[in-house]
């Protein structure tokens, strides 16, 4: 349910920010899928809900550039992240037709959080130039994106480990000291320590998402620019014919071991046998079936010879049970050792 204008200016700032990140969360650890309308809903929400507590926040104007981070109350360090959340569920808005304009949206609110947080000290780390502008020269952006070799791909590899591995270590930090801070019982140092480390764990997580933005802009803009249709497609009708060919595992493999047999088909089995026909006079597919036998007389014959076969195999019955008989009449009249009385005694 989407939550009105008058709802939202009641709440106060401290529940406004808690609401949209514990909104976040829920959509990250959420198993459906992002596009379905629970989703959706959860982080259009979240997103009014950010808004209203921006707009409080330049009524009360709590931050002031001149200062440092040190300057600001312990409650206050946790506005500082609005930005960030703003990007964050700004990307997990879906819809392709506006992906362009929602990625360069989250970018520049990922960019707001690392200028604010770069300019208040919160943490020591290199601002990514902004894609409206050009890089400094001499800068590792203008080596990395200009003239990419491998030493910038290796430095931004390393650079992506060390920042991961911060940010386990500030997460195991952060579960720690979460329930004191939430029931209320932490002093000011462990709340202090608590949002400190909640920015600086942003901080990483910024600099990632704006890669990976940069990245995807880029892959959207080259497949527009290639997905304008041809000025004159070749028809069908017009493809040349294709010829044979082997599959073989190299170019190397097929010129020093062949196709694997002498010769590669040139022809159908059809068109073999036109081209003798005219050259040879090879009969053609009627003469052929004007010099088969009918099926009639096919037919005839071979029945006849089903015919003679059955009589030939009752003959061969016959005679066997006749001789059969005969042996036995033959046991009858002599008994068993009959004619072998010779020497007996």
Known sequence: M?????????????????????????????????????????????????????D???????????????????????????????????????GTSHRLSRLREARDHFMNFLTQSHS??????????????????GSPATSAILEPNLVAMASQRQA?????????????RVSALKSAVESGQADDECVREYYLLQLRRWINISLDEIESIDQEIEILRERDFSGEPSA?????????PMKPFVLTRSVAQAQ????????????TVNDWYEQHQKCEGLPSGQE??????????????QQEEELELEQKQEEED??????????????????????????MG
């Not at 208040?120 to 020269?137: G, I, K, N, T």
């Not at 992506?160 to 195991?172: F, G, L, P, T």
């Not at 005679?319 to 009959?338: F, I, S, V």
């Open 318 to 343: 016959e005679d066997a049970l006749h001789r059969m008989q005969q042996w036995d009449e033959w046991k009858d009249t002599h008994p068993r050792g009959y004619g072998n009385r010779q020497n």
């Open 256 to 267: 020093v071991f062949g196709a694997g047999y002498p010769s590669l088909a040139t022809m």
């Open 120 to 137: 208040y000290h919160v943490a020591d780390f290199q601002l990514p130039w902004a894609r409206s502008s050009s890089p400094p020269e």
């Open 232 to 240: 004159s497609p070749l028809p069908p009708q017009e493809r040349p």
């Open 56 to 94: 409080m926040l330049l009524q009360l104007d709590l931050f002031s550039r001149n200062e440092d981070w040190e300057e600001i109350a312990s409650a206050d360090l946790k506005y500082l992240m609005l930005p960030a959340l703003k990007g964050a569920l700004t990307l997990k808005l879906v």
């Open 288 to 301: 052929v079936e004007k010099q088969a036998p009918p099926p009639e007389s096919h037919g005839a014959s």
């Open 160 to 172: 992506k480990i060390q920042r991961y591995k911060q940010n386990k270590a500030v997460e195991q």
């Open 2 to 54: 989407a939550t009105s204008e008058e709802e939202l200016q009641q709440q106060r700032l401290p529940d406004l920010l808690e609401t949209s990140r514990q909104l976040l969360e829920e959509v990250e650890a959420s198993t459906q899928p992002t596009g379905s309308k629970l989703i959706q809903d959860k982080v259009t929400r979240a997103l009014k809900l950010l808004e209203t507590a921006s």
